[in-house]
Nanobody
Framework: QVQLVESGGGFMQAGGSLRLSCEASGRTFSSYSMGWFRRPPGKNRHVVAVISAGDGTTYYADSVKGRFIISRDNAKNTVYLQMNSLKPDDTAVYYC??????????????WGQGTQVTVSS
């Protein structure tokens, strides 16, 4: 069992930056692919960025390429999402996920509770 706890959400003006963190319990964090997903108001949840176990291969949704950076620190059991040049369209509840495969789908075994990010224009 893996428990995920997100932090770092909040309110930011457009153009600003925020860094989300997701700390995982358990001793096998390094073996999991980790993903960040988001659910905008009134819309379905979708992938933002994913990072693999092992070599740290990354995937980004087109809407965040060049603005967001996903990274992980296996010694701290933590995955990060650095969000730069924020836009109002980035407003959403952001979820952290852990899974056995590297995928942009929602096929992850474990999910956090989510953290709200609100970007004003």
């Amino acid at each position: 069992q893996v428990q995920l706890v997100e932090s770092g959400g909040g309110f930011m003006q457009a153009g600003g930056s925020l860094r989300l963190s997701c700390e995982a319990s358990g001793r096998t964090f390094s073996s999991y692919s980790m993903g960040w997903f988001r659910r905008p108001p009134g819309k379905n949840r979708h992938v933002v960025a994913v990072i693999s176990a092992g070599d740290g291969t990354t995937y980004y949704a087109d809407s965040v390429k060049g603005r967001f950076i996903i990274s992980r620190d296996n010694a701290k059991n933590t995955v990060y999402l650095q969000m730069n040049s924020l836009k109002p369209d980035d407003t959403a509840v952001y979820y952290c996920a852990a899974g056995e495969i590297f995928t942009a789908s929602e096929a992850y075994s474990y999910w956090g509770q989510g953290t709200q990010v609100t970007v004003s224009s």
